[in-house]
Structure formats: structure tokens, C-alpha cells
């Protein structure tokens, strides 16, 4: 999920408030930072990828998707968790899928509603119900082995050119541009001059990536990966911490003074207590918990508004997440 969007005062850290020897960020001007900035000035783009490449190999998190020997499959199943979730939520129960549910045919063998099931408290549900899906298409059409380009991982159920990028290249090494949150907010601040990113736009985003993007292969895997490092720890949205960015005398941003942003703003999501959401949650989490239908009484009590009840029950059931079973509804078999 993307961050709202920071006030001015969210910069504060990185402000500069006066004509001084240091930045607001405490980061030293030397001669050298002034000449630095000078060329961030003029050629903001050019030392972009060998800064995030080394500092990326030296301050990478050890996550379970980057260590070597993890599956393509394994990255998959991450890149779906991932989606509008954060990593420290998604760590203990892709571990325990992926025990569980080790290659494509092993999840495929099982009903639909045991991936539900396991999803828990993820949230999106239908995320699982593709992510069945997707097994059974690997299982059926790709004799068990996640698909390497990405015209084919599109082909899959519920795989969107994020994810189907993803997966190419952080599974397989090929070269191609990937952009997330993190990455449209570094290269607005740090090439295009800007505090924000504007709302997402996948031509021009992935443009923007591709023209930074070294090419040997391993490096724009790093590059990708490093870049949406960068803006998940250092270059964040609220406090972005400038003094420790390997940007920081590269950076248009930073070199323009930190100008605020008046552009247009993607729209904020809506507050999750109370919404058709929340109800939506509270159903599953009832469904998953019981092995046998739950009955409409049983629903009713977990919410009292009958209108938006009914609204979130039938949502569910169009989505195939639900599914009438003796007198009741049931996760999908």
C-alpha cells in the first residue's frame, strides 16, 4: 500500500533552514558536496546505479526472497503476500507455505479453500484464490515450473506486470525495469527533483526506470532490488533519512534545496474500521475458523448493520470466496 502523502513538516529532517556549512539533515557541505551537487544539477541520473548497486550489497536486509537456492516459486508466492502488505507480516507465513506448499503441484492438489485458509490474516483474500489458481496453471500448462519471461507469468491468474517483472527478474536474472512505491519515490527525489512521486503511470514509470538501468543482467537485478531497498529504509516517505543515503550527493532533490511538492497526489485510501472491508474480514475470519458451514445467524452477529452485512457476504460470494454449503457458507472446496 502506498504511504499517504507527507506534509512539509515530514521533510523537516531534511530542510535546510539557513545558508550553513551543514544541511538540515546534518550532512556535511564540504567543496566536494558542492561539487557534487553541482553535477546532480546538470546530470542528476548519471551516478545512480553504481551508488545503489554498492551500497545495496553492503545494507541489504536479509530477507528469505534474497537468499540463494530460494525457489521461483518461492518468489511468486512472495511477490503475491508482498502486495499491500508489509514484509515483517509476510515473513512467518510464507515460511509456513512454503512448508507446507513447497512447488506449484503441491498446492494445486489441494482444494482452493485451503489456501484461504492458510492466508490468515493477509488480508486480500482473493490473492490466495489466484495464487491457487496460478499453481494449477503452472501444474497443467508449464509441467510444474514457474514461467521465466514475462509475456508468460502475464498469461497466469491474477499476475500483473509488477509481479510478472518481479519474478523474471528476481527469479531468473533477465533485464527488465521494476517499479513499485519505493522506487517511483526514489527517482522523483534523486533524478527528477521532486519530494513525491506523481500518481503511478506504468508507461512513464517503467521509462524512467529503464533509462537508469545498467546492462549487464546482474546488475539491473541488484539495481532493481536496491532501489526499492533504498525507499523502504532510507529514502522513506514521512522521514527520509538523507544523512545515511549513498544519494545524498547525487540527489536533484537534495540539490534543489528539498522544494516541496504541489504536484498531484494519488488519492488516499479510505479508513479500514467500518468499511465494506472490515466486514469482509470479519466473515472470513469465521469461515476460515470453522470446518463446517457457518449459518446466516452466526453472521449476523458479527455485524450489526444488516445492509452493509449482507453487501460484504455477497461480495464474498461473487468473488468465489464463499460458497453456500447446507444451510450456510463455507470456504471453496
Known amino acids: 500500500m502506498e504511504d499517504a502523502a507527507p506534509s512539509r513538516t515530514a521533510y523537516a529532517c531534511c530542510v535546510p533552514v539557513a545558508e550553513t556549512d ?161 522506487v517511483r519515490r526514489v527517482i522523483a527525489r534523486a533524478a527528477e527533483g521532486q519530494g513525491e512521486p506523481a500518481p503511478p503511470h506504468a508507461r512513464r514509470d517503467l521509462a524512467a526506470m529503464r533509462a537508469l538501468l545498467p546492462r549487464d543482467d546482474a546488475d539491473a537485478r541488484a539495481f532493481n532490488a536496491g532501489m526499492m531497498e533504498l525507499g523502504a529504509i532510507v529514502c522513506t516517505a514521512r522521514t527520509p533519512r538523507c544523512d545515511v543515503c549513498p544519494l545524498r550527493n547525487a540527489c536533484a532533490w537534495r540539490a534543489a534545496g528539498y522544494p516541496e511538492y504541489f504536484g498531484p497526489r494519488k488519492a488516499v485510501q479510505k479508513r479500514y474500521e467500518g468499511s465494506d472491508r472490515h466486514v469482509r474480514g470479519l466473515i472470513m475470519r469465521e469461515l476460515r475458523a470453522a470446518h463446517r458451514p457457518v449459518t446466516d445467524t452466526e453472521i449476523a452477529s458479527l455485524w450489526a448493520d444488516a445492509t452493509q452485512r449482507n453487501r460484504a457476504l455477497d461480495g464474498l460470494l461473487a468473488d468465489g470466496l464463499a460458497v453456500p454449503a447446507q444451510g450456510g457458507y463455507v470456504l471453496p472446496g
Open 22 to 182: 551543514r544541511d538540515a539533515a546534518g550532512v556535511a557541505h564540504t567543496a566536494a558536496d558542492r561539487a557534487a551537487a553541482d553535477r546532480a544539477r546538470a546530470t542528476p541520473t548519471a551516478a545512480l546505479p553504481a551508488a545503489i548497486i554498492d551500497w545495496f550489497h553492503n545494507n541489504a536486509r536479509d530477507l528469505p526472497w534474497r537468499r540463494p537456492g530460494f525457489s521461483a516459486w518461492g518468489t511468486l508466492v512472495s511477490e503475491f503476500m508482498l502486495q499491500q502488505t508489509p514484509v515483517a507480516r509476510v515473513i512467518p507465513p510464507l515460511t509456513e507455505w512454503l512448508e507446507r506448499w513447497p512447488t506449484p503441484a503441491d498446492l494445486a492438489a489441494v482444494p482452493p479453500g485451503e489456501a484461504v485458509r492458510a492466508w490468515a490474516s493477509l488480508g486480500y483474500p482473493r490473492r490466495a484464490l489466484w495464487l491457487h489458481a496460478c499453481a494449477v496453471a503452472i501444474t497443467e500448462h508449464h509441467d510444474g515450473v514457474v514461467p521465466s519471461e514475462v509475456d508468460a507469468l502475464l498469461a497466469l491468474p491474477g499476475v500483473g506486470d509488477y509481479t510478472a517483472r518481479a519474478v523474471a527478474v528476481f527469479a531468473y536474472g533477465r533485464r527488465h525495469p521494476v517499479v513499485d512505491t519505493n
